[in-house]
């Protein structure tokens, strides 16, 4: 018996019980590792420098390339996925309030907890046979904002997601585009650039009816009076900022700050940052409401956001699950904020070209409630929701067993389940970036792969998604 | 610095992919260790890894080639002609000769010596994270005496604004936060690490003490004994108990040795790794890895609730041969977050410890830590590894970099390793000459600060006239500007504008510095202030100042800084005449010259110069004196937006 098959009779035998596990991951991919590294690297090295001059090798994978924008909706505290997005109905403990109806591919789905998703399911494609690493919340959180495992060396200086994203999408920027490549909406504690240039970071933003935090100079008396506060600034301070005798940190300031002022009172900001009451409404009016209020809005105006990142927190229900209070209402604010982007997001003609991908950080324990405190635990079986960027919807692709606890078909060609570095590997195959680039300009002078092990082909996007 | 290795690089990443392919076939067979959940390494990107070292190396052969010329053109070194200070060449400290002669050979050039506006206003940033005030920076320039430079960093380093910086310091480098991903400290660990940090640092105590305290630490209670905050920072939930000692194992290596790689080699061997990296790296075996990590084999890390019965909150306890820390490291593990621990055939189940620099372990008796913290500090890397991350403070550039990736192999200038190895510093002579002068003094913090700010090369400008090369860096012959600290920034602006904060911290009372904050993460609390929720806080969040854990502090510079210095109310009501006690408030009253240099020397510690006093002074008297108020916030609110105000030069 391996350590795996170990490790799946140990959750079958305590399917509650499973918290001290928190990893199980290295043997099944140490050996993976090793096979194809027996097989020899075949690569090829990129011999321009990107900005700056950094030097990448690409193992030279052909990306998808199908989107131009990623929404990534990260779930934080893990949803029940047999609850949703992977419905099991348990008999005597399944309230009859979720009103589970039977949806094409995608099985029983239950349009109690969802109803006006229910009417987007043509666009979900539903990943069931993705499985966690790790079964703590900060950890795993940030897994799969960095897509590698946080602990290892690189994992303190890895960038998030978006980072990667902007990085690599900034030669695409027209010099008009004001906004900031990456996007994070709700997301204070979204993880960083890691080693890459601050101007990559997640630009953190809670969206405010009033719009965007420091870009209107009403404070300061107004554009009339910023502007020659501008120009005065650049009458007494040029000297320090062109061609600066302090060098480059001090012109990399004045290019933030051209770059400020050009968002200080720019109509697109004001409109894509602030929104009425009625939108708000429309969206559910909650905090997650008004962040995919905002992600439409920022796409739809074009000024060059590329990756947006929103939080919807307080899905970790230890305790009552179906409180009122709990799934039931949490689950409400999901469906109104998500059906009413994806409604947008299409009517705009956005759908296609942005690939939103929705998640938690794990899953959360299959069956009967936890004995005396009727909620669920933390699982690393789990979901992701795809849709939009020519991803085929109406489907789940991987499936698990009549609990839902196991995967019985994985719906990949790779016949594994997906983890969080495939995830990161589909993102950016999605958006044209080749996932196998590794970057010689890591402080560790070791090279920093956008998907660990990509060039060995161990992890890798699932392209079925597209199928 | 970030551009020349980028294009050191380049050239690194091109010669060796032309070796990749020939040595591909090979790869298995190097992976002589088992390498599972480390995402960090792999053959192949040790010889990139090397490829860009030698290139390195030619780079800078190139460049002491071409300018050979201009080496012996070089004169004399600038003499010191603005200050009364370090006239004469024959002043120059032991640190100083090795530093000019290095740049000398190099064929450097360096800058100008500071004015003394320019270093009073470095020294005290650079020593207390404050800019002076006003009436120092008078004084300072009214003191005649020869010495004065020197005395000016004996006031500061007596100050309590000092003690404050360097705790703030120290609770970086020591990862103090009320919680991280692993660990949660409660606001009530975290205050007394913060109180035992500044206590050392009131004292002066010498920091082997303090590492000792740290590594050696027992207690029952965190919230009472603030040095058990550093070990339960090394906790890791629902793995084995291994993990928690490699993680305690790696930051003490990391913290106190310069050593990161000490987290590496906690998964595997050295070699197939660290080979490119590290010539002490590449033969070390994880068995020894595990015999250092042994020392804290039989410390038991514990949570004991505040309540009975209630799991929230806690406090932690460190105790020896505690629960189930009762026996020496054992190989026993296949779960964990590190590959499985194991023996090897013939090798016993459980790991003394033995400290790898000296291969001494525990005497008779001794507790496994008190003999590492002796270990430790006995160790001479211990000094040299101190002396540079605190040197990185002052130049913004280590000998070392990144601080934490010393080769202990590579350290001895009168042993310098064998080809093609090189020595790792940028200047042995320069870091060996700190860490001895740090070990004469008994380990004292204020010393080595003193001799380090007290040096020329220290007191060198910042600014050039272009054609500065950027791999002239490492000699130190220009001081490297670096953007203020979020806490540094928020508390010139006080000084500047006369507008104090204020913020209750539970259980620390009522702070007026950003620099007394007892961490860097939601400081103050979001709801508790007086300018709408969450904005100083966020504004403090714009400059980056990290979070203790996963998110390192940074001098970078970004789009959300300029936004919240153009627009933030936080600097807006600080430029405000209307805003009472305000330095406009106070001021507005004086004549228009006056008044100009009153601006200038409150908010950026120095006079105009001729061009600046004119056009303020054109500024100040346009459109009648009906505007002159507004006038006067508008140059107060450009001189905030200063470059020379948000950066320390």
Same mark, same amino acid.
């Given at each position: 018996m391996n350590e795996r098959e170990k490790f799946e009779r140990l959750i079958a035998r305590r399917p509650a019980a499973h918290a001290p596990l928190f990893f199980e991951r290295p043997h099944l991919s140490r050996r993976r590792f090793f096979r194809v590294l027996g097989a020899g690297v075949s690569g090829y090295y990129v011999g321009a420098p990107l900005r700056g001059g950094e030097a990448v090798w690409s193992a030279g994978a052909t990306p998808q390339n199908k989107a131009k924008n990623v929404i990534f909706i990260l779930l934080s505290g893990a949803m029940s996925q047999i609850d949703t997005f992977d419905f099991k109905n348990v008999a005597g403990v399944t309230p009859a309030s979720f009103a589970p109806e039977s949806a094409g591919d995608i099985g029983l789905f239950p349009t109690g907890l969802f109803p006006k998703l229910k009417d987007h399911l043509a666009e979900l494609a539903i990943v069931r046979s993705m499985r966690a690493y790790a079964l703590v919340h900060g950890l795993a959180r940030t897994w799969v904002q960095i897509g590698r495992n946080p602990t290892s060396a690189l994992g303190a200086v890895a960038p998030n997601l978006g980072s990667v994203v902007a990085l690599e999408l900034e030669p695409q920027r027209q010099p008009s585009q004001v906004f900031p490549t990456f996007l994070a909406l709700n997301s204070d504690d979204a993880a960083g650039p890691g080693y890459f240039s601050a101007k990559y970071a997640p630009f953190k933003v809670q969206p405010l009816a009033t719009g965007l935090r420091n870009t209107s100079s009403a404070a300061a008396g107004g554009p009339g009076v910023f502007a020659d506060r501008v120009n005065l600034l650049h009458?007494?301070?040029?000297?320090?900022?062109?061609?600066?005798?302090? !060098?480059?940190?001090?012109?990399?300031?004045?290019?933030?700050?051209?770059?400020?002022?050009a968002m200080v009172d720019h109509p697109a900001v004001a409109q894509a940052f602030g929104f009425s009451t009625a939108d708000s409404q429309r969206y559910g009016n909650s905090a997650f409401g008004n962040a995919c209020l905002l992600a439409k809005q920022v796409l739809a105006a074009r000024q060059g956001t590329r990756y947006i990142q929103i939080t919807l927190g307080g899905w970790d229900m230890h305790q009552d699950i179906y409180d009122p209070g709990e799934l039931p209402a949490l689950s409400k604010t999901l469906d109104d904020g998500l059906a009413a982007l994806l409604g947008d997001l299409k009517s705009a003609g956005l759908l296609s070209e942005t690939l939103i991908v929705m998640q938690g950080e794990f899953?959360?324990?299959?069956?009967?409630?936890?004995?005396?405190?009727?909620?669920?635990?933390?699982?690393?079986?789990?979901?992701?929701?795809?849709?939009?960027?020519?991803?085929? !919807?109406?489907?789940? %692709?991987?499936?698990?067993?009549?609990?839902?606890?196991?995967?019985?078909?994985?719906?990949?060609?790779?016949?594994?389940?997906?983890?969080?570095?495939?995830?990161?590997?589909? %993102?950016?195959?999605?958006?044209?970036?080749?996932?196998?680039? %590794?970057?010689?300009?890591?402080?560790f002078g070791r090279g920093f792969e956008y998907v660990p092990y990509a060039k060995d082909d161990v992890y890798g996007p699932i392209n079925e998604l597209w199928a | 610095?970030? =551009?020349?290795?980028?294009? #050191?690089?380049?050239?690194?990443?091109?010669?060796?992919?032309?070796?990749?392919?020939?040595?591909?076939?090979?790869? #298995? @067979?190097?992976?002589?260790?088992?390498?599972?959940?480390?995402?960090?390494? *792999?053959?192949?990107?040790? @010889?990139?890894?090397? *490829?860009?070292?030698?290139?390195?190396?030619?780079?800078?052969?190139?460049?002491?080639?071409?300018?050979?010329?201009?080496?012996?053109?070089?004169?004399?070194?600038?003499? =010191?002609?603005?200050? #009364?200070?370090?006239?004469?060449? *024959?002043?120059?400290?032991?640190?100083?000769?090795?530093?000019?002669?290095?740049?000398?050979?190099?064929?450097?050039?360096? /800058?100008?010596?500071? /004015?003394?506006?320019?270093?009073?206003?470095?020294? /005290?940033?650079?020593?207390? *994270?404050?800019i002076p005030t006003a009436a120092e920076l008078t004084a300072f320039l009214n003191d005649a005496s020869p010495n004065k430079r020197e005395a000016l960093v004996e006031r500061l380093l007596a100050s309590p604004a000092w003690v404050d910086k360097w705790t703030m310091y120290f609770g970086d480098l020591f990862g103090n936060a009320a919680r991280t991903a692993q660990v949660v400290r409660f606001p009530e660990g975290r205050n007394a690490f913060y109180r035992w940090i500044k206590a050392s640092l009131q004292q002066n105590k010498p920091y082997d003490q303090m590492a000792r305290e740290l590594i050696a630490a027992t207690g029952a209670n965190s919230y009472e004994q603030g040095e058990l905050n550093f070990l339960a920072g090394g906790f890791m939930g629902g793995g084995p108990i291994q993990d928690t000692f490699d993680r305690q194992a790696a930051d003490t290596a990391r913290t106190f040795l310069g050593i990161a790689h000490m987290d590496c080699l906690l998964c595997h061997d050295g070699r197939g790794h660290l080979d490119a990296l590290s010539l002490w790296g590449r033969s070390f075996t994880r068995y020894q890895a595990w015999q250092f990590a042994g020392f804290f084999a039989r410390t038991q890390l514990a949570r004991v609730p505040v309540t009975q019965g209630r799991p929230n909150p806690y406090y932690w306890s460190v105790l020896n041969d505690a629960g189930r820390a009762r026996t020496d490291y054992t190989l026993n593990t296949t779960t964990g977050n590190r590959p499985e621990r194991q023996p090897r055939p013939g090798q016993a189940r459980t790991v003394a410890p033995v400290y790898p620099f000296s291969g001494r372990g525990p005497n008779p008796g001794e507790p496994y830590r008190v003999a590492l913290a002796r270990e430790i500090t006995s160790d001479f890397q211990f000094a040299r590894a101190a002396v540079n991350y605190l040197w990185k403070q002052f130049f913004g550039l280590g000998f070392v970099e990144p601080p934490d990736q010393f080769d202990p192999a590579r350290q001895d200038p009168n042993h310098p390793p064998a080809d093609p190895w090189t020595l790792q510093p940028s200047n042995p002579q320069a870091l060996e000459r700190l860490a001895q002068d740090f070990v004469r003094s008994g380990y004292d913090l204020k010393a080595l600060m003193r001799e380090i700010v007290n040096s020329r090369v220290y007191q060198l400008s910042a600014r050039t006239a272009g054609g500065w090369n950027p791999a002239w860096d490492r000699y130190y012959a220009r001081h490297l500007v670096r953007r203020l600290d979020a806490e540094e920034i928020h508390d010139a602006l006080i000084t500047a504008s006369g507008v104090g904060a204020s913020y209750n911290i539970a259980g620390l009372g009522t702070v007026n510095w950003a620099m007394q904050f007892p961490e860097t993460a939601g400081m103050p609390a979001p709801n508790r202030n007086n300018s709408g929720p969450g904005a100083v806080t966020a504004f403090l969040d714009s400059f980056l100042r990290g979070n203790r854990d996963d998110v390192p502090r940074s001098r970078e510079t970004s789009l959300p800084q300029a936004l919240d210095l153009l627009n933030d109310n936080f600097v807006l009501m600080r430029a405000r005449a209307s805003t009472p006690n305000s330095l406009l408030a106070r001021s507005l009253g004086q004549p228009d010259d006056q008044l100009v240099t009153t601006l200038w020397v409150n908010v950026l510690s120095r006079f105009p110069t001729d061009a600046e006093r004119a056009a303020a002074l054109e500024r100040l008297r346009s459109g009648g004196a009906g505007q002159r108020t507004r006038n006067a916030e508008d140059l107060l609110w450009v001189l905030y937006n200063k470059i020379d105000f948000m950066f320390n030069y």
């Open positions: 009458l007494l301070d040029d000297p320090l900022r062109v061609q600066s005798p302090f !060098g480059k940190s001090a012109e990399d300031m004045d290019s933030f700050y051209t770059q400020a002022r899953g959360r324990t299959v069956g009967p409630l936890s004995a005396g405190d009727n909620g669920r635990d933390h699982f690393l079986q789990q979901f992701v929701v795809f849709a939009g960027g020519g991803v085929r !919807g109406g489907r789940a %692709i991987g499936r698990t067993d009549a609990t839902g606890a196991f995967v019985e078909d994985y719906g990949w060609s790779r016949n594994r389940e997906p983890h969080p570095e495939d995830v990161e590997a589909t %993102i950016y195959s999605a958006l044209g970036i080749d996932w196998t680039k %590794i970057r010689y300009d890591d402080p | 610095m970030k =551009r020349q290795l980028k294009t #050191g690089r380049l050239a690194a990443a091109a010669a060796a992919a032309a070796v990749l392919a020939a040595q591909s076939a090979d790869l #298995g @067979r190097e992976l002589s260790a088992p390498h599972a959940e480390c995402s960090l390494f *792999g053959p192949q990107r040790e @010889r990139f890894a090397n *490829g860009g070292l030698l290139a390195a190396q030619r780079e800078a052969q190139a460049l002491s080639a071409a300018s050979t010329e201009a080496a012996t053109a070089l004169g004399p070194l600038p003499s =010191r002609s603005r200050s #009364g200070a370090l006239q004469t060449p *024959g002043s120059l400290g032991p640190l100083d000769d090795i530093l000019f002669t290095a740049m000398r050979a190099a064929g450097v050039t360096p /800058t100008e010596p500071t /004015t003394d506006q320019e270093f009073l206003r470095r020294v /005290t940033l650079d020593l207390t *994270g404050r």
